[in-house]
């Protein structure tokens, strides 16, 4: 009887061996989401996040949790924590709450990374690594009609081509059917010579963030050098507010000069010399240059002229004996 109770017993003990994947398991924990999302402005004022024990719940487990910044920010959208759940043996199911800081600024979703880490009494973490993460979204509930501006601090636009497209953009928003007023000054550039004034309203509709206008350039024979206009947004509606919170936007419009100074035809003075006249204008600064002719590309500096405050007719004198040179003038601001 005893040999035959104890082969029970051996035989016994080899199945328990054999079979002991069905020993109770402390378990796997995991975020009971693949990702959590909460409105800025929730009710209750906390996100809950809830953590799961699969493949078994023997025995007593806890796991580390905290959160870190992606694109939210602890303490502005968020109150970062940090802190352990503790599962009961038999207990499958814990949560821990993070509360939402609700602000008026529009910044779009922002995202919260949640973290598991530190898992004890047996437990490991999903993935078999030693940390799980998660994002949380954080949903804003801030809309606006946007801010109005130009799309550039500043443009360009050769005299030759003729117009200039400037654009209203709206950004930070965009919210309802907003508008300014836009309209032209001169800088240094004058209207009905330079280009023509515009004014008007521009108006963007619910979700439209630009709008363009044209500036029309005109085209003259005057050596004037670049010219500049004066571009302003104001008296916005719906809402909509300008950069900073001033009463305007504005830009400045560059209009480049496509008139080419030159010289006047040559006079002789004298039997040794010849004379050239230059037509100086304010502000501008005058280059005369001359090359050979059996050396066309290597251009000479054979004086400057710096235009005073009114226009000057400026003399250059050559040689006669200077067969075969050719001159040119170059101008700038």
């Known amino acids: 009887m005893k040999v035959k109770f104890g082969a029970s017993i051996g035989i016994l003990s080899f199945a328990v061996n ?5 020993e109770p398991q402390p378990g796997v924990l995991a975020f009971g989401a693949a990702t959590y999302a909460v409105a800025e402005n929730s009710a209750s004022g906390f ?13 007593l487990v806890s796991v580390q949790f905290y959160t870190a ?3 939210a920010v602890a303490g502005q959208d968020y109150s970062g924590v940090i802190g352990t759940l503790v599962f009961a043996a038999g207990q499958t199911n814990k949560t821990f709450t993070i509360p939402i800081l609700d602000d008026a ?3 779009g979703n922002e995202i919260v990374t949640l973290i598991l880490t530190n898992a004890t009494g047996g437990a490991t973490l999903a993935g078999g690594t030693n940390s799980a993460t998660v994002d949380m979204v954080i949903v804003d509930n801030d809309f606006s009609p946007g801010t109005l501006s130009f ?3 500043s443009y360009r636009q050769n005299e030759r081509d ?3 497209m400037i654009t209203m953009r709206r950004t930070n928003g965009t919210t309802g059917i907003v508008s300014a007023r836009y309209y032209t000054s001169n800088g240094t550039a004058t209207a009905g010579q330079d280009y023509l004034s515009i004014n008007g309203v521009l108006t963007l509709g619910d979700g439209q963030t630009e709008r363009t206008v044209a500036v029309a350039i005109l085209e003259d024979t005057f050596i004037e050098g670049d010219e500049t206009v004066l571009l302003v947004l104001t008296n916005a509606t719906g809402g909509a507010t300008f950069p900073n919170g001033a009463a305007s936007a504005t830009a400045t419009l560059t209009i480049g000069d496509s008139d080419a100074p030159s010289l006047s035809p040559p006079v002789r003075r004298g039997t040794n010399t010849i004379e050239f006249s230059l037509e100086v204008l304010p502000s501008l600064r005058y280059t005369v240059q ?4 059996l050396s066309p590309n290597t251009w000479l500096t054979l004086t400057n002229f710096q235009g005073a405050a009114v226009p000057f007719t400026a003399i250059i004198t050559e040689p006669c004996g200077n067969i075969g040179r050719f001159y040119r003038v170059l101008c700038e601001p």
């Open 18 to 22: 054999l079979f002991g994947a069905d």
């Open 105 to 107: 600024l529009i910044e």
């Open 162 to 164: 003729h117009l200039a």
């Open 47 to 59: 996100a809950v996040i809830d953590v799961v024990r699969a493949g078994g719940s023997a025995g």
């Open 151 to 153: 799309s550039a601090a």
């Open 69 to 71: 910044n992606r694109t």
């Open 290 to 293: 001359y090359c050979e002719s």
